[in-house]
């Protein structure tokens, strides 16, 4: 069975900083494209950063300058680190990977979402 677990979220007061972890378990044979996507209430979800297997990364226009996405290729773990975070930036932030498992081709999973708060 393949998985993503994040991990990370929690409550923040605005202008402060938090760091989202997912990482990819079970058969895998290879992960390419990962990303954190969020949905605040009431929104539909939206991409906010993505990394690809070579560390070509593309933001959200919101996030530019204050998020930056990482990963460790070695440990099939993503990172986002939020600097900077403002009231705005409450959702839920959801994992998701492109992943070759070892029986089967390449499959897009999600992972159960990590919940930010920024708040005062």
């Known amino acids: 069975q393949v998985q993503l677990v994040e991990s990370g979220g929690g409550l923040v007061q605005p202008g402060g900083s938090l760091r989202l972890s997912c990482a990819a378990s079970?058969?895998?044979?290879?992960?390419?494209?990962m990303g954190w996507y969020r949905q605040a209430p009431g929104k539909q979800r939206e991409l906010v950063a993505a990394i690809t297997s070579d560390g070509s990364t593309n933001y959200a226009d919101s996030v530019k300058g204050r998020f930056t996405i990482s990963r460790d290729n070695a440990k099939n773990t993503v990172y986002l680190q939020m600097n900077s975070l403002k009231p705005e930036d409450t959702a839920v932030y959801y994992c998701?990977?492109?992943?070759?498992?070892?029986?089967?081709?390449?499959?897009?999973?999600w992972g159960q979402g990590t919940q930010v708060t920024v708040s005062s």
């Open positions: 998701n990977a492109d992943m070759r498992t070892i029986l089967t081709g390449v499959h897009n999973y």
């Open positions: 079970g058969k895998i044979f290879s992960v390419h494209r």
